[in-house]
């Protein structure tokens, strides 16, 4: 036993230190930024600070592979909804969306404002945003990424629904030579329909890919028609987001998009590849949602991820391990004016009193209902054609006619027609939607099931190339909807998904071990991923980022209407060995760091 002293000391606690390898009882000792003992036992010895970790579980900080935190940080620095969870690292820029390069200052600040971001930008490379960061100081630390769209969008600005040219491309080219030799990790890309990158000959991406990986950088898709899959009968409108899908057809739009990504990194020559937030690559229609999810989900990995990797490639994916998703309290009737959407003109140029007025009258019902239909319409982040469940994933949180709080549409839809499940799930839903609208104009719901991962996360979650991410932003304690950018993401995802995570796949399902669980939220982003050194894992040497948790009492919040609820049982957070997080409080600190690829 040593003797020496430490800043903080964790006593009689449940070590599992990130490598996989069985807990066991003993001491973790803190001394700076470092750990400086990791014993068995209690470790003797004197501490500025010591935690009684009897009955608690310490494990090193939890590392977020798939985050947008960094589009908020300089607005919400400590990111109280990171920490209060556990964690420590996250890795921003993902899905093609990062802050730098910036070309034209006005132009991305026109950006930032549709975003909502209280934003003045000031920046312009890579560096210069690293370094901005840098200094406003963070809670925590910063792994980046640098977005596609953003590369794409300072050398093409508006003008970004084309190929792009040669003299583009070798712009694109040396804005990203400077971000990765800055220290971005790699290169995140967005290839769903209306980003910048969707536009992208495939041809642009592996060049770019490839500068990313000469310099042992990552790939980071967000697949093609992940999100934006539009029902399309005319095979000239195929690719760009359009995907043929007619009612009761095998949808398969997602499959080729995973493929795509797998092939831009062969390309590249052999690029590591993390997928973004990966789904099923194919939908079925199907009444109860979850019935095939499983075997959809082994269907994915077996001919998407494993092939991949038996073929050599290093693919690793993330998931967002709350079958919740980000989704967030919004309004009905936003759907009907998103600016996110392709609508008509007729549609577009309504108030939203004159849109639920005319709501009461047939003709227009119809007229609205082709759009929903045949139209690139989606209800938030699911079309109605292409994911023909949506009713069963959004319920109603406020309605001023009582009997539609607190259901959801498929429920209120199936009453109404309880004979027949075909014109109640088709067509009952969308003049439910209609009937709330007109009953209260204001009323709201939430996506409370994305369904594309709900029987499909323990699977995803058990693959060795799996690990659980979040997907959101950062934000402070205590959020409303409004808080969140492009006004949605103030879930409690957002809050809670990590000791969700733990929580369900180990207490209550069982899917992972407690030192599986952890792994795969420590070690395997830091290791695997992100080729870090020195984080990840609890070790002598290693950076102190650390969690202390209570098994029995984790538990995250789930109440929409109150989405920034603390989860109960995360004892102590401490980021580059200084406590930030205790009592439930933030302790107002910020010692993250930006951490650049050497
Ligand atoms: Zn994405
Ligand atoms: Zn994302």
Redesign the pocket.
């Known amino acids: 036993m040593s003797f020496s002293n430490f800043d903080i000391l964790i006593k009689g606690a449940e070590i599992v230190d990130g490598t996989g390898g069985p807990a066991y009882t003993g001491s973790v000792g803190v001394k700076g930024e470092k750990i400086a003992a990791v014993a068995a036992g209690n470790l003797e010895a004197k501490a500025d600070k010591t935690i009684n970790g009897s009955g608690l579980v310490v494990c090193p900080g939890f590392i977020d592979p798939h985050s947008h935190a960094d589009l908020s940080i300089l607005q919400y620095p400590l990111a109280e909804n990171l920490i209060m969870q556990g964690i420590t690292t996250f890795v921003g820029g993902?899905?093609g969306i990062s802050l730098a390069p910036v070309k034209d200052i006005q132009y991305f600040q026109g950006i930032i404002d549709a975003w909502g971001l209280a934003l003045k930008p000031d920046w312009k490379s890579f560096n210069d945003w690293l370094e901005k960061v840098e200094t406003a100081g963070h809670t925590p630390n910063y792994v980046p990424l640098v977005g596609h769209n953003a590369v794409r969008g300072a050398v093409m600005g508006d003008d970004f629904k084309r190929k792009a040219t040669r003299e583009e491309i070798n712009e694109m080219k040396s804005l990203l030579t400077e971000a990765m030799e800055t220290g971005a990790f790699g290169l995140s890309a967005?290839f769903d329909a209306a980003s910048a990158g969707h536009f992208a000959d495939v041809g642009e991406v592996v060049e770019l890919v490839r500068i990313a990986g000469d310099r042992g950088g990552m790939f980071a898709p967000?697949t093609r028609h992940?999100q934006s899959q539009w029902p399309a009968d005319n095979p000239s409108e195929f690719g760009y987001g359009l995907f043929h899908a007619p009612k009761g057809e095998i949808i398969t739009g997602r499959y080729h998009g995973l493929l795509e990504a797998v092939e831009i990194s062969r390309k590249a020559g052999s690029v590591p590849l993390n997928i973004?937030?990966l789904t099923p690559a194919y939908s079925v229609p199907q009444p109860h949602p979850d019935f095939l999810d499983e075997a959809l989900a082994k269907a994915t990995l077996m001919d998407v991820v494993d092939s991949a990797i038996d073929e050599g490639l290093d693919l690793n994916y993330n998931v967002i391990a709350w079958s919740r998703s980000i989704g967030s309290q919004l309004p009905v009737i936003e759907s009907f004016f998103s600016p996110l959407l392709v609508l008509p003109e007729w549609l577009r140029a309504l108030e939203k009193e004159e849109f639920t007025e005319k709501l009461r009258d047939r003709g227009f019902r119809s007229r609205v209902k082709e759009v929903i239909y045949g139209g690139k319409f989606k209800f938030g982040m699911l079309h109605p054609v292409t994911d023909p469940y949506w009713m069963d994933c959004y319920r109603i949180l406020t309605c001023k006619n009582s009997d539609y709080a607190g259901k959801t549409v498929g429920q209120i839809a199936r009453k109404l027609k309880p004979h027949s499940i075909i014109e109640a799930v088709y067509d009952e839903s969308v003049e439910t939607v209609f009937n709330i609208l007109i009953d209260d104009p204001g009323a709201t719901w939430a996506l409370i099931i994305d369904k594309r991962e709900y029987g499909a996360l323990p699977t995803f979650l058990k693959h060795p190339a799996g690990m659980p991410c979040t997907d959101v932003h950062a934000l402070p304690a205590m959020s409303s909807s409004g808080q969140g950018v492009y006004g949605y993401g103030v879930s409690p995802t957002a809050f809670g998904l990590f000791p969700h995570y733990i929580r369900l796949y180990v207490k209550e399902k069982k899917v992972l071990t407690l030192e599986e669980a952890v792994m795969k939220a420590t070690s395997v982003p830091a290791r695997k991923v992100l080729g870090l050194s020195d984080r990840g894992v609890l070790k002598e040497g290693y950076f102190a980022d650390v969690v202390v948790f209570s098994l029995d009492r984790l538990k995250e919040g789930e109440d929409f209407l109150e989405p920034s609820k603390p989860p109960e049982g995360v004892s102590c957070v401490i980021v580059n060995g200084k406590v930030v997080y205790e009592d439930m409080k933030h302790t107002g600190i910020t010692p993250g760091k930006v951490l650049r690829k050497t």
Do not use: F, R, W
Request: aromatic share 0%; net charge neutral.
């Open positions: 993902n899905c967005g967000h992940h973004a937030h």
